[in-house]
Structure formats: C-alpha cells, structure tokens
C-alpha cells in the first residue's frame, strides 16, 4: 500500500487558482498510473485528471484547459494546478495511484487501489 499525502486545498473565490499536491514515495511515477479525483457528499469519487507511465495524461472535459497534473520528480508529489476555478470545482480532492492503469473518466473507488485522504477546496461565487 502506497502511501499519499495531499496538501493545498482551502477556500478561493470563483475564478481564482488553488496548487494541490501529494506527496509520494521516489519513483512513484515510474511504476503507477497516478490521478486526481474528487468527490462531493452523496455524490460518486470522479476522476479528473490523470498521467500515466510514460507521462501521457489526460483530463475530463470540465476541466480541460484549466487543471493541469504533473509530476515533480524531484519533491515526489503529484501536483494539480487549478485555473479559473469554479464554485461547480468545490469538492474534496484525491490522489489516486494504481500499478495498472484507469483514465480520467473513471468513477468509484475500484479506480485505483491506493488513496490519499484528500485535501477540501472550496470555490465561492
């Protein structure tokens, strides 16, 4: 079992920009597919972003052209950079690692096998 630690959340206004990141062992990134996800009360986790292997990611539509996931290999964190946040963006976010791999699309917790906490990030209008 992995472990993650995700930091970063907190309360911004609507079109403000929040940086999340999770911490993880070294070379985490070489060895597992890793996401983003995030989940509302009463609501199903849903994938938002994700990067595989060999670096290729990949994001849902909602977010595309605002988030942006990396690996930082030298700090080991999986980072989530979030533009033009929306009041819709208010969620608890995960950081997600699997040793196959799951898309961006993914929902529900069989996504991956390994979960942080999360870190909440509350958008305002």
């Known amino acids: 079992q992995l472990k993650l630690v995700e930091s970063g959340g907190g309360s911004v206004q609507n079109g403000g920009s929040l940086r999340l990141s999770c911490a993880t062992p070294a070379y985490t990134y070489r060895r597992y597919t890793m996401g983003w996800f995030r989940q509302v009360p009463g609501k199903e986790r849903e994938g938002v972003a994700s990067?595989?292997?060999?670096?290729?990611?990949a994001y849902i539509e909602d977010v595309k052209g605002r988030f942006t996931i990396s690996h930082d290999n030298v700090k080991n964190t999986l980072d989530l950079q979030m533009n033009n946040l929306k009041p819709e963006d208010t969620a608890r976010y995960y950081c997600?690692?699997?040793?196959?791999?799951?898309?961006?699309?993914?929902?529900?917790?069989?996504?991956?096998?390994?979960w942080g906490q999360g870190t909440q990030v509350t958008v305002s209008s």
């Open positions: 990067i595989f292997k060999n670096g290729v990611t």
């Open positions: 997600a690692a699997d040793a196959g791999s799951f898309t961006a699309y993914c929902r529900g917790l069989h996504c991956a096998s390994n």
